[in-house]
T-cell receptor
Framework: EADIYQTPRYLVIGTGKKITLECSQTMGHDKMYWYQQDPGMELHLIHYSYGVNSTEKGDLSSESTVSRIRTEHFPLTLESARPSHTSQYLC???????????FGNGTRLTVT | GQSLEQPSEVTAVEGAIVQINCTYQTSGFYGLSWYQQHDGGAPTFLSYNALDGLEETGRFSSFLSRSDSYGYLLLQELQMKDSASYFCAVKGGSNYQLIWGAGTKLIIKP
């Protein structure tokens, strides 16, 4: 049973559109993360958060922003989508810095 | 730079034992984790080693040698449902976040 939810599951949009990928967790975890993963490849950290009003940039943070207004919600926004953004986006959370990550089922984004 | 090396693909027979190796080169090391990911699914946590030695969880075991910057995941009594990709990830770097390997695709034949 999923405790971390991502919507939409699949998304196809045109170049230049602004999009927001949603992520919510019901576990009360302070730490949340956004990763990008191409098929058969490693995960790349985009953004992470230590808690409410905390956001940090990862390795691939350019061209996207996040917010953490509530503990359970950590949306990711692409201001202007490009074909190079076509990928899977995975949201995760953890209780603290030393606990395992719990992942959502991901959003598969295609930018045409 | 920071890097993790693991084989891209491993093939084994149902019921057998398989070992997936991971070597790492990172600035700072706080632990080695293993995650399983089925095709189209989300990564799920398998094990974590912060200290040298073997950790056992059911059919899965994980080993770490910090002096060799090396670890492995051992899967015993392989079942068809174990067909998946397995990722090693090191907690390290300047921001204390996970650095991921490219994953090992485990193919199990009957």
């Amino acid at each position: 049973e999923a405790d971390i939810y991502q919507t939409p599951r699949y998304l196809v949009i045109g170049t230049g559109k602004k999009i927001t990928l949603e992520c919510s967790q019901t576990m009360g975890h302070d730490k949340m993360y956004w990763y990008q993963q191409d098929p058969g490849m490693e995960l790349h950290l985009i953004h992470y958060s230590y808690g409410v009003n905390s956001t940090e940039k990862g390795d691939l943070s350019s061209e996207s922003t996040v917010s953490r207004i509530r503990t359970e919600h950590f949306p990711l926004t692409l201001e202007s989508a490009r074909p190079s953004h076509t990928s899977q986006y995975l949201c995760a959370s953890s209780r603290d810095n030393n606990s395992p990550l719990h992942f959502g089922n991901g959003t598969r984004l295609t930018v045409t | 730079g920071q890097s993790l090396e693991q084989p891209s693909e491993v093939t084994a027979v149902e019921g057998a034992i398989v070992q997936i190796n991971c070597t790492y080169q990172t600035s700072g090391f706080y632990g080695l984790s293993w995650y399983q990911q089925h095709d189209g699914g989300a990564p799920t946590f398998l094990s974590y080693n912060a200290l040298d030695g073997l950790e056992e969880t059911g059919r899965f075991s994980s080993f770490l040698s910090r002096s060799d910057s090396y670890g492995y995941l051992l899967l015993q009594e392989l079942q068809m449902k174990d067909s998946a990709s397995y990722f090693c990830a090191v907690k390290g770097g300047s921001n204390y976040q996970l650095i991921w390997g490219a994953g090992t695709k485990l193919i199990i034949k009957p």
